[in-house]
């Protein structure tokens, strides 16, 4: 004989199971959705141990090299308007990096022969903010200084 207390609640955990994996499914297509028309397309390189950043609209590429002296990049920073959605083509040149933004909530792998693209909306803050952007993959000897800066415009 079924007890009854039992048969419910093991019906109310295998409810829950299912609610929590049909709507984690769902949550994952929609975070990993890349929009239609993004704001800005920017293809991201790693190299060791700098990145480049490209803009296909015009087809221009820079290097943004870190001086941990001055915590300052030459070279250029990647610069975004608050609000707007950046889609990023995340790919590498020689080891795995990843691209890594921890203020916005960001990590990629940057993978040579590979590209990952991502977007992320750049939030409504002061212009002239930044947010760091470092390098999360040991990828050799200057890995620590792998880095830049995202600067809301
Ligand atoms: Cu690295």
Not at 3 to 27: M, P
Not at 37 to 59: K, L, M, R
């Amino acid at each position: 004989m079924v007890n009854r207390l039992e048969l419910g609640w093991t019906l109310l955990t295998v409810a829950l199971i299912v609610g929590v994996s049909v709507y984690s499914t769902v949550l994952l297509y929609h975070v990993d959705a890349i929009p239609a028309h993004p704001d800005e397309i920017v293809v991201v390189v790693g190299h060791q141990w700098f990145w480049q950043f490209c803009y296909p609209v015009n087809h221009t590429c820079f290097n943004s090299t870190y001086d941990a002296t001055t915590n300052t990049v030459s070279g250029g920073a990647l610069w975004a308007a608050p609000g707007s959605t950046v889609q990023v083509n995340v790919t590498g040149t020689d080891v795995v990096h990843s691209f890594n933004i921890p203020g916005l909530g960001v990590r990629v792998d940057a993978i040579p022969a590979r590209s990952n693209v991502f977007s992320f909306t750049v939030p409504h803050v002061a212009a002239g903010t930044q947010y760091l952007i470092q390098c999360t993959e040991f990828c050799g000897t200057f890995h620590g200084i792998m880095r830049s800066f995202l600067i809301v415009t």
